[in-house]
Nanobody, 114 residues
Framework: VQLQASGGGLVQAGGSLILSCVAP????????VGWYRQTPGNQRELVAE???????NYAAYAKGRFTISRDNAKNTMYLQMSNLKPEDTAVYYC?????????WGQGTQVTVSS
């Protein structure tokens, strides 16, 4: 499954961005979706996800600032990010997980200047 992420860019601290990810197949109720991020030299870390149950799970730093959503009609998931901080600078990757199979987007760079 090929995922296509977009929406990254350069933004000042305090600003907002909306990341999008076209993900064929997310209309299935058996697919969980979400976003990870990665900075140089570090492992990918979970930012937010929508589990099969429909429950939304956020990293502690994302709570209150980021919102994950999905539009099944458009096969698209979103990550709305507000009050961005320089430490949010990273490459953001969308993913889908169907059973034991995880598919990844190509990553989109988010850079937050101070």
């Amino acid at each position: 499954v090929q995922l296509q992420a977009s929406g990254g860019g350069l933004v000042q601290a305090g600003g907002s961005l909306i990341l999008s990810c076209v993900a064929p197949g997310i209309t299935s109720s058996k697919v969980s979706v979400g976003w990870y991020r990665q900075t140089p030299g570090n492992q990918r870390e979970l930012v937010a996800e929508i589990r099969i149950s429909g429950t939304r799970n956020y990293a502690a730093y994302a709570k209150g600032r980021f919102t994950i959503s999905r539009d099944n009609a458009k096969n698209t998931m979103y990550l709305q990010m507000s009050n961005l901080k320089p430490e949010d600078t990273a490459v953001y990757y969308c993913f889908t997980k169907w059973g034991s199979v995880t598919s990844w987007g190509q990553g989109t760079q988010v850079t937050v200047s101070s």
